[in-house]
C-alpha cells in the first residue's frame, strides 16, 4: 500500500559514487549500443529480405513495433523483478543478456533469426526502469531529479556517438556494428560484476506480484495518488511529443528545406549535445534555484515554444533558434521523474520505473503513427509549404496540454511545490 507521506522512503544507505557512476556508465554504454547498430540495421534487414527495398521497408517496420512492445512488457516485469530480488541481479543478466543478443544478431543469417534478437534487445533494454530504480534507492529525494538528469545526458552521449561509431564500423563491415555493441555490453556486465553494490536492502524488498508485472497491472500504482496520475500524465503526453523528432524530422527537413544527409546528421547531433548539456549539466542548478514544480513547468513551456519554432519556421536559420530553447526541455523529465519517486514507498520504485517505461512504450508505439499521418496530410501540391510543420505543432499542443495538468495539479505548499 503507497503511504500518504508525502515523503513516503528514505534512501538506502548510499553505496558509493563508483556506483552512481557505474549506473550512468551503464546507461550510457547501453545506448551506444543501441546507437552503434541504427545506421547499419535497416540496410541488413533489406538485405536478408531478398534486397527488395519495399519488403525491407515493411520489415523493418515490424522490427520497430516488435522491440517497443517488448519494452512496454518487460518494463514492469523487470521493475518487478528488481522490487523482489534487488537491482543488481536484474541489471548485471540484462547487460549479460544483451551482450549475447547482439552476438546472435552479427551472426544472424536470416532475417527470422534477426528480429528474434530483435526482440530479445527489447526485453534485456528494458532494464532501464531498474536503472531509474536504482538511482531512485541512493539518491536524498532533493537530488533526484539532478541525477535523472544526468541519466538523461547518458541516453543523449549514448545516441550522438553511437550512430556515428556505427556508420564508421559498417562501412568496414556491416555486422561488425553489432560485435561492438556485444563487448560493450558484456564488458559493462564485467566491470558491474566487481563495483556494482546491491541498493535494495532485503528489508525493503516487496513479494512477486504478477498481477502489478504487467503493463496494465503496473499503471495501477499511477492511480494510487492524485498527483502521481497528474505526474504520469504529463510525462505521457510529453513521451508522444517527443516521438515527433524521430518520426518526422528527418522527413520534414527534405521536404521544407531540402538539407542534405550531412545536414541533417549534424544538426541531429547538435541536438543531441544541446539535450545532453541541458540535462547532464543544468538540471540540478535549476532544480535548485526554481524548486522541482518551477523547473517541471518551465522545461514544458520551453518545450513548447521550441516546437513552434520547428513547425513554423521559415527558415533554416529561424530553426535553429529553436535548439537551443527546445533543449531546456531537457528541464521537465528528470523533475516530473523526481517528483514521482516522492509518492511511493521504496518497495514500489522498480514497479514506478517500470510503470514509466510502459508509459513510454505506449507513447512509442502511438507518435510515430499520429505525427507521420498528419505529415502525410498536409504536404502535396494541394497544401502550402508552410502546413508541412503541422506534426511539429500537434506535438506543442500536446504539450501545452501537458503544462495545463502541470499548473492544475501543483500542490500550494511546501518548497517543492513552487
Known amino acids: 500500500m503507497t503511504p500518504e507521506a508525502p515523503e513516503p522512503n528514505t534512501p538506502a544507505p548510499q553505496p558509493g559514487r563508483a556506483a552512481f557512476i557505474f549506473i550512468f556508465i551503464t546507461v550510457a554504454l547501453d545506448m551506444l549500443a543501441l546507437g552503434v547498430i541504427i545506421p547499419v540495421l535497416p540496410k541488413l534487414v533489406v538485405q536478408l529480405s531478398g534486397g527488395d527495398a519495399a519488403t525491407g521497408a515493411r520489415m523493418f517496420g515490424v522490427f520497430?513495433?516488435?522491440?517497443?512492445?517488448?519494452?512496454?512488457?518487460?518494463?514492469?516485469?523487470?521493475?518487478?523483478?528488481?522490487?523482489?530480488?534487488?537491482?543488481?541481479?536484474?541489471?548485471?543478466?540484462?547487460?549479460?543478456?544483451?551482450?549475447?543478443?547482439?552476438?546472435?544478431?552479427?551472426?544472424?543469417?536470416?532475417?527470422?533469426?534477426l528480429l528474434v534478437g530483435r526482440v530479445i534487445s527489447g526485453i534485456t533494454a528494458a532494464s532501464f526502469s531498474t536503472a531509474g530504480a536504482y538511482i531512485a534507492d541512493v539518491t536524498p529525494p532533493d537530488k533526484r531529479a539532478a541525477r535523472f538528469g544526468m541519466l538523461g545526458a547518458a541516453f543523449g552521449l549514448g545516441f550522438v556517438l553511437g550512430p556515428a561509431i556505427g556508420g564508421l564500423l559498417g562501412h568496414v563491415d556491416p555486422r561488425l556494428p553489432f560485435w561492438c555493441a556485444a563487448g560493450l555490453s558484456l564488458l559493462n556486465a564485467t566491470y558491474g560484476l566487481f563495483v556494482l553494490p546491491e541498493s535494495l536492502p532485503k528489508a525493503r524488498r516487496a513479494k512477486l506480484s504478477w498481477a502489478k508485472a504487467n503493463p496494465v497491472g503496473s499503471l495501477v500504482l499511477l492511480r494510487s495518488h492524485p498527483e502521481l496520475f497528474g505526474l504520469a500524465s504529463i510525462a505521457f503526453l510529453s513521451g508522444i511529443a517527443h516521438e515527433v523528432l524521430p518520426s518526422t524530422f528527418v522527413l520534414y527537413a527534405d521536404y521544407r528545406f531540402q538539407w542534405d544527409e550531412r545536414t541533417v546528421g549534424l544538426i541531429l547531433a547538435a541536438v543531441g549535445v544541446c539535450s545532453a548539456l541541458v540535462q547532464g549539466g543544468l538540471v540540478g542548478a535549476a532544480t535548485r534555484k526554481l524548486g522541482e514544480w518551477r523547473a517541471l513547468r518551465f522545461g514544458l513551456l520551453c518545450g513548447f515554444l521550441g516546437f513552434v519554432i520547428y513547425g513554423l519556421a521559415p527558415t533554416t536559420w529561424l530553426f535553429l533558434v529553436g535548439l537551443p530553447v527546445s533543449a531546456l526541455w531537457g528541464f521537465a523529465g528528470p523533475n516530473a521523474q523526481g517528483l514521482m519517486t516522492r509518492r511511493v514507498s521504496a518497495s514500489e520504485q522498480g514497479q514506478l520505473q517500470g510503470a514509466i517505461s510502459s508509459l513510454r512504450g505506449i507513447a512509442g508505439l502511438i507518435g510515430p503513427f499520429l505525427f507521420t499521418q498528419t505529415f502525410a496530410a498536409v504536404v502535396g501540391p494541394a497544401h502550402p509549404i508552410a502546413w508541412s510543420g503541422a506534426p511539429f505543432v500537434l506535438a506543442a499542443l500536446l504539450l501545452c496540454a501537458a503544462l495545463a495538468t502541470a499548473w492544475a495539479i501543483a500542490p500550494a505548499r511546501a518548497p517543492s511545490a513552487q
Open 64 to 113: 520497430g513495433t516488435a522491440w517497443a512492445l517488448m519494452q512496454l512488457v518487460f518494463s514492469p516485469v523487470l521493475g518487478a523483478l528488481s522490487d523482489r530480488f534487488g537491482r543488481r541481479p536484474v541489471i548485471l543478466l540484462s547487460n549479460v543478456g544483451l551482450g549475447l543478443d547482439y552476438v546472435l544478431m552479427a551472426l544472424a543469417p536470416t532475417v527470422g533469426w
